[in-house]
């Protein structure tokens, strides 16, 4: 019925109709305009993260099949092979041809046009230099930097220069003079509430080394699965895992294609809580008799390690013995969240050893055991980062203290002396916007640090938990928003203008594909799976404008997740947020500003393309029972287009709505706004808008 109502608004008033097309004419001439605009009108090349200094010159540099790359770099070293892949994204992004067998020979000689030269290869360590100055004349390109690693973050600027027009592709002249304001620049991937196969790590990897991440925290072991295969205790693997871990020659590997992009791979293994996968195999040291099972729920749970038996500690000596020869990087995270202390009070013997050590607390216990889990790290050469819970005054000052509670605990730490990384506001895992993780400053402008302080905070990390991604959804939770954060980690501070970060991400969006990486694409598969078919239209429309619900809101909806649940339905195709609800938004805000007729007609266009969704997606779910729930969320788009085109009915014709209407529509705003099949319509707000207009 309310369905009808727009139709007939649009389609039966002649009146209105001739309104209407009088200036959807209007529209098509100025977009047609605006087209023409914006090329002339260039706003350069998308660059994320923007460099620190950039300087546009006048011309170009025009790219053909002569294009040869000439540096002093040995064939197997992270710059050649850095070097060879610019020119296969070069070569697949233009369809060129390039004369030079690049492989082989890399040779400065008289047909080289780009150059790249280093001083010395970097270090994977904090603190390494990673800049670079980038130069593209004319006649030449020039890519000079003090290590390798500053190579291969111009490179990946010089891809994202790369520009066309009718004549061909070319690089707009620049010089820039880049480096990162923090050294480190993180994303942590949990390979343990669902296991990500090697393929997903890797795809991951080529991504954040677009955007110049350089940190894959990689989070191993949890109570739903311990993932990597230890040959000192080969029981871990096999009884804590299902039989999804990584080799340690896969680990290996890994470590070695992270190392070839730049990116050093830190491990986090949890003690003493998030740790019940261990006592599958290991119950003996753990502080409550088992025999336990892999978890398969969500949450925090009572399996803790015994840190009053000095078992445990003989067995962690061995276990980061053989940890730390398998992961070259200087840190290895121990976790140290959300630790349960149910079993420590139950436990008569662990009481007892707490009076004698005269620990008060369970914070005290905990403190207690990361002393010697330090000890035994640092025999092993290994300094200790851990999630906010691990703060203790008396560690040493090589720590690191992640902040995954609020910047609170970053800036203590800081005052205190001690090093830290954000991740409080970076968990994407919560489907939230890109603007709020965007502006969410590891060092706000108004930081109480002093510039002493300041440097201590080395950055931040986004955090990809795997309570609700499956290998198929993971990189479309990933990307485009960690780019994003790659930019705040980035960037110069002042670079914060959100509307230029959206408008440089929907480029990049689609540039993140051509590594592989499957944010995008695996969508619509997910799609026609749904389906059954190919005839997805109704379907990805109503996706483009749904987003999972947000937070932790899906644990509450009467499914219970597990590690066995899938992750097929519609809500896992959705992305975390919807770019087209962002551009819907301005236009009514646009329109909310001037009330210009055109800007009407562009909103009634709009409803026009989502008008027939309801109907088609219940004939999908005719035949696809999986799609039932969704019908209901098609049902509540139905009712938003009759609101909104109510309320622009009278708008345009300058009427004010009765009380009613206005307590009609916000009660039915209000229940449009509860979730549906976990998801909610990223256009509410904006129509909110449009009939909060009505009020005044
Ligand atoms: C955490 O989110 N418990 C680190």
Known sequence: MNRNRIIQKIGFNPAFLAVFFFFLFLLIGKIAAEQTGLKE?????????????????????????????????????????????????????????????FL???????????????????????????SYILEVFPEK?????????????????????????????YFPCVRIEDKPRFTWRGLLIDSCRHFMPVEVIKRNLLAMATVKLNVLHWHLSEDQGFRVESKTFPKLHRLGSDGMYYTQ??????????????????????????????????PEYASAPGPYRIE????????????????????????????AALFPDPYMHIGGDEVEALHWKENPQIQAFMKKHNLSDNHALQAYFNKRILKILTKYNKKM???????????????VIQSWRGTQALIDGAQKGYQGILSNGYYIDLCETTERH??????????????????????????????????????????????????????????????????????????????????????EMMLRRLVGSENIAALKKLASIAEPIKGYARHSQGRKYTSLAPLTR????????????????????????????????????????????????????????????????????????????EALSFIMEDKKPDASWLETSRKKLEEIKKPKAECQLAIVPAVELLVKSLNR
């Open 438 to 523: 965007y502006l969410n400053d590891p060092i706000p402008p108004d930081s109480p640090l002093t510039p002493a302080e300041k440097k201590l905070i080395l950055g931040g990390e986004a955090t990809m938990w795997a309570e609700l991604v499956s290998p198929e959804t993971i990189d479309s939770r990933i990307w485009p928003r960690t780019a994003a954060i790659a930019e705040r980690l980035w960037s110069p501070q002042e670079v914060r203008d959100v509307d230029d970060m959206y408008r440089r991400l929907k480029v990049i969006n689609l540039l993140l594909e051509e590594i592989g990486v499957q944010h995008l694409r695996n969508q």
């Open 570 to 645: 519609f809500v896992d195709a959705c992305f975390p947020e919807s770019l087209e609800a962002r551009e819907f938004r301005k236009m009514v805000e646009e329109f909310l500003t001037t009330r210009r007729p055109e800007s009407a007609s562009r909103i009634y266009m709009y409803f026009l393309e989502l008008k027939d969704i309801k109907a088609q997606v219940a004939a999908l779910a005719e035949k696809s029972p999986v799609l039932r729930e969704v019908v209901l969320l098609a049902d509540n788009l139905d009712k938003l287009i009759s609101i909104s085109s």
């Open 104 to 130: 082989a020979e890399q040779k400065i000689n008289d047909l080289t046009r780009f150059f790249y030269k280093f001083e010395r290869p970097g270090q994977l360590v904090p603190g390494e230099d990673e």
């Open 249 to 282: 020659g896969q680990i290996k590997e890994i470590i070695q294609f992270a190392s070839d992009l730049g990116i050093r791979v830190m491990p986090e293994f949890d003690i003493p809580g998030h740790s019940t996968s261990w006592f599958v195999a290991y």
């Open 296 to 323: 398969r729920g969500f949450g925090v749970f009572h399996p803790v390690f015994n840190p009053a038996n000095p078992a445990t500690y003989k067995f962690f000596d061995e276990f980061f013995r053989e940890m």
């Open 41 to 101: 009108n260039n706003q350069g090349p998308a660059l994320m993260p923007v460099p620190a200094k950039l300087e546009w010159k006048t011309g170009v540099f025009r790219l053909d099949e002569k294009f040869y790359v000439g540096g002093e770099a040995k064939a197997d070293s992270r710059a050649f092979k850095a070097v060879s892949r610019f020119m296969f994204r070069l070569a697949g992004r233009t369809g060129m041809f390039f004369e030079q067998d």
């Open 385 to 399: 980062v851990g999630w906010d819970e691990i703060y203790q005054p008396g560690l040493p000052k090589d720590i």
């Open 141 to 169: 390109i020039e890519l000079q930097a003090k290590t390798d690693l500053g190579i291969l973050r111009g490179l990946e600027t010089l891809l994202q220069l790369l520009s066309a027009d009718s004549q061909g592709y």
